[in-house]
């Protein structure tokens, strides 16, 4: 019998059995997740499965955030914001309100997830969690309301699609680069219903912000989770971040004899910025290819490239600049940790020097609810991880995704630019000494 991918290995033990790729498992849940949009339905379906008096399988590993319609847009948004207050007040959960940030933010920044848990959150991007060596995978909001209940779903253990990549990046690529690559070579649904391994040297080498960045946007490829192994990186950032200590076993690395459903292999130094062209993210080329493309508004943030490294490099290109005649930057930090980080370090002063508005900490324009929409006709250079038809505001827009160097970059010339043309920085990992209460 052949060894076991780290998916294999996490459903094994979270059901109790030697499971392989392509069985179904009932598998016992270590947190759940829902948000503004998708808990109220999660709610019903709960009272719906177990009655009024019931109670959470675990309130302590149970977390509700208000994020999306953030503040309320309207009379229906507030009226479903109210309803996560009320749920988690009467259940006992985790709440966090308006301004505290992204559910996966919030989550990594206060140690909901460590490696080898399995989470499910009513969210696509629930994959992000694999970036600290966890199985978090989206599901739908009558699943979770029937998981809040139960403590445990069935699932159909993925087969794995491995993305090797070795050696030193070049400045001016980043994770968000490697992604789009990935995704725009396997195509939207190339990796559907199976795991995203990421592996090689120049991953390993990646600060724990930037494997979130290729865990997160593994949905964009359809896949069911996106995992990094965790190692000692892992362990310091989150025992510097949470204060507790952690342990990592054989199970959170495939095994060298593991099968895959394909490898897919990299050389760094061979791959240039990369930009998804409108409007699908498997549209992704080279940087080149669309530079000199006008551009209307510049999105800094979302679950993908919203945290405080991601704006700082951002302003750092924009340090005693302003932005390009016409356009529009807005910056939305991913959680009041990076709020607050901001405001600290000199960067909320550099943006907003620059011409840039920056927001309450949340999910702002991603899906095109409020706090900065497109309009017909307008452009968008976004750090975003969609970029669907109508997805930041107007049908008749257009939204382009890079890595936060390229918004940078492009913020000063007020089209597309190669991020290769500045001055670039990498940063290692900020930890928090404060996080959302």
Known sequence: MTGKTISEKLLSEKSGTDARAGDYVEAEIDVAMAHDITGPLAFRTFHEVTGEDAELFAPDRTVFTIDHHAPADGV???????????????????????????????????????????????????TTYGGIGAFGTGVGSTDLGTALATGDLWFRVPETMRFEVEGDLQDGVYAKDLILKFIGDVGFDGCTYMAAEYAGSTVESLPIHERLVLSNMAIEMGGKAGI?????????????QTGNEIELGDHLRSDEDATYDSVHTYHASDLAPQVSKPSNPENAVDVTDVEGTEIDQ?????????????????????EGEELAPNVRMIVVPASKSVYRHMLRTGVFETLTDAGAVIENAGCGPCAGYHQGVLGDGDVCLATANRNFPGREGSMDSQVYLSSPATVGASALYGEITDPRRVQTKRYDDTVFSEVPS
């Open 76 to 126: 229906q948004a507030a009226n479903n914001h109210n309803a996560v207050r009320e749920f988690a007040a009467e259940h006992g959960a985790h709440q966090f309100d308006v301004g505290d940030g992204i559910c996966h933010a919030v989550l990594v920044e206060e140690g909901f997830v460590t490696p080898g848990d399995l989470v499910i959150g009513a969210d696509s991007h629930s």
């Open 228 to 240: 990094v192994a965790p190692d000692e990186r892992t362990e310091r950032y989150l025992e510097r």
């Open 298 to 318: 510049l999105f800094v943030g979302t679950c993908t490239n919203g945290r405080y490294e991601d704006i700082k490099i951002v302003a750092d290109i924009l």
